[in-house]
């Protein structure tokens, strides 16, 4: 019988697939339930299925994370598989073959996939503070984000999106694949993250050019330079949007303070028109978003948090609480 047959390897094998193609950290794996599951007949065909969900998955070969990370990972897996007494798997051997002849690309990319089959692919760097900026890092308030997204796609759809401080891009190429806005801006204003976050927009079969056909979740997608502390009204009326997002901004007072300046303007300038806006954000100490909404109180901006969504879609382990504020900027609705 397949090891897919059993509920509990079914559930081993989808995890290591999302973690391996998401690069998450080895430590993360469920080793422990896959050794339980090694002892059971179908434990070669386990490893077997594994090896083809994530070293050998189409995805990783076309857009692997690095060598190192395979190499890891490869050499984790045997060393269960030995653990246990089962005849060698030679696809095993012949994989960290390869591995140890390969060289180290020059892009590494990490894949998260989506209810469709479809995926999204991002090259991204991997320490957490590069060049300056964590902008080219994926955050796990913009995974959250996306999850929500997916699982409410009439909030996007149709629409056209502003998100602020799209960094690697994650959170707006899920809703542009899965959503199908009308248009999606994504916008930065660190100019490494820029250059990544056009690579992955190209990387995931969008386009950039202003004449050019909607991609392949039929938006029309946009990256845009922007200082929260130089923008001006004129240039977020050009974006005209819908709605706006940003995900993990609130990570110190200068920058929650410079977004508050440009939720304001988008406020003042719109009355009734303006966008709807949705800000997520992980709560990693007790003064976590107290500024922000202690200013949007202040502001008489309206807020409410979204209710938490029901599925876990992405492999990330918050360390504490991820919340969404949706907020309504033409002030508190009458009752």
């Not at 974006?239 to 440009?262: G, K, M, N, P």
Request: hydrophobic fraction near 45%; glycine fraction near 4%.
């Amino acid at each position: 019988m397949a090891p897919e047959d059993h509920e509990g390897a079914t559930s081993v094998l989808q995890s290591f697939e999302r973690r391996f193609l998401a690069a998450r950290a080895l430590p993360s794996f469920p080793w422990q339930s896959l050794e339980e599951q090694l002892r059971e007949p179908w434990g070669s065909e386990l490893l077997l299925a594994i090896l083809q969900k994530t070293v050998k998955h189409p995805v990783c070969v076309q857009h692997p994370p690095s060598v190192k990370y395979i190499r890891c990972f490869l050499s984790k897996l045997i060393k269960k598989h030995e653990a246990v007494p089962a005849e060698p798997l030679d696809a095993l051997y012949e994989a960290m073959a390869e591995v140890l002849m390969a060289k180290e690309p020059a892009q590494c990319h990490r894949s998260y996939l989506l209810p469709s089959g479809d995926s999204v692919t991002l090259s991204e760097s991997t320490a957490i503070v590069s060049h300056g900026t964590t902008g080219l890092v994926t955050w796990d308030a913009a995974l959250y984000l996306a999850e929500w997204a997916i699982e409410n796609p009439t909030a996007f759809t149709d629409r056209t999106v502003l998100e602020l401080g799209s960094g690697a891009g994650l959170t707006g190429l899920a809703i542009c694949k899965v959503c199908r806005p009308r248009a999606f801006i994504f916008s930065d204003y660190h100019s490494r993250v820029l250059e990544q976050l056009c690579r992955n927009v190209l990387l995931n079969g969008f386009s950039l050019e202003p004449n050019a056909p909607a991609g392949p979740g039929s938006s029309r997608v946009t990256v845009a330079e922007l200082d929260w502390d130089e923008a001006t009204e004129s240039q977020l009326s050009a974006f005209r949007a819908d709605v706006v997002i940003a995900a993990d901004v609130l990570y110190c007072r200068e920058v929650t303070l410079s977004l508050l300046r440009v939720l304001r303007m988008f406020a003042a300038s719109w009355g009734k028109q303006a966008p709807e806006v949705y800000v997520a954000y992980t709560i990693r100490s007790q003064d976590t978003g107290k500024l922000f909404i202690a200013e949007l109180d202040r502001e008489k901006i309206y807020w409410e948090q979204v209710p938490p969504h029901a599925g876990k879609l992405f492999p990330y382990e918050a360390p504490s609480a991820i919340v969404i504020l949706k907020l309504m900027l033409h002030g508190y609705p009458s009752f």
